[in-house]
């Protein structure tokens, strides 16, 4: 008896362990005051994956209709192993599938709509964009340079530590550290479009913005491109 409650005890802990380590949060975007997506981000540390889905709440020619889902896999040091997107916008349909090879510095990209296959060179520790971000907001990720992986192409991602601030939202406030993050193609070549997403938060042009709360939940983030700019707010956060 005593083995098979020190047995529900140690399954006790394993769950709750599991589920401490597993969350989702959901975000409203606006830009030019108007609610035009909604982002939410479902994380299982435990088993190193993260799904983003992003999906309009309207549409017309400057915000085209978009229902997008991302999937990485990655390891303790947030370095993704495999980035898989099933994009559904207005413009572009087609599912795209990454390997990185980080201890060959390679990455090989599989798109459906083309039955296409590309292989590129990698630099040293690149990552997605969402990687990248969640990895900034555990701690995995310190402000200097790094590299992000879209496309094919590497861009050099600068993230800079700025000041800490309290943001008001609709569950509190919180005590947020915020994160500057612009983006250098490393190369001539120019990124393809593939989805609305990437080709949004990759450029030569977007500062991305990050506020990150003292537990590691991205309270809320900013991307501006040109003279376009969006904002996620926090809405809800469910462990």
């Known amino acids: 008896m005593r ?3 020190l047995w529900l005890v140690a399954a006790f802990i394993v769950l709750h362990a599991a589920q401490v380590l597993a969350f989702q949060a959901n975000y409203i975007v606006r830009a030019m005051g108007l609610k035009v997506a909604k982002i939410d981000i479902l994380e299982n540390i435990s088993e190193g994956k993260v799904e ?3 999906v309009s709440l309207m549409s017309n020619k400057m915000f085209p209709r978009i229902n997008n889902h991302y999937w990485v ?3 303790d040091q947030y370095l993704p192993g495999t980035y898989t997107r099933t994009i559904d916008q207005d413009n572009s349909q087609d599912s795209v599938f990454v390997v990185y090879d980080h201890a060959n510095s390679k990455a090989s990209m599989y798109r459906r709509s083309t039955k296409t296959r590309q292989n590129y ?5 690149t990552r997605d964009f969402f990687s990248l971000m969640m990895g900034l907001s555990k701690g995995k990720v310190k402000s ?3 590299y992000v992986e879209g496309n094919g192409i590497i861009w050099q991602a600068i993230v800079e530590k700025k000041e800490t601030e309290i943001l008001k939202t609709k569950l509190g406030r919180f005590r947020a550290q915020r994160y500057k993050m612009e983006f250098k193609n490393t190369s001539d070549n120019k990124m393809p479009y ?3 997403v990437t080709h949004n938060l990759l450029n030569n ?3 991305v913005n990050i506020w990150v709360s003292e537990n590691g939940l991205v309270i809320k983030a900013s991307v501006t491109k040109g003279l376009i700019s969006m904002v996620w707010e926090l809405l809800s956060f469910h462990k």
Request: net charge negative.
């Open 205 to 207: 042009d977007t500062t």
């Open 73 to 75: 896999d990655f390891n």
């Open 194 to 196: 593939i989805d609305m």
């Open 3 to 5: 083995s098979k409650g």
């Open 52 to 54: 983003v889905t992003a």
């Open 144 to 146: 200097g340079k790094h």
């Open 121 to 125: 060179s990698l630099i040293y520790q």
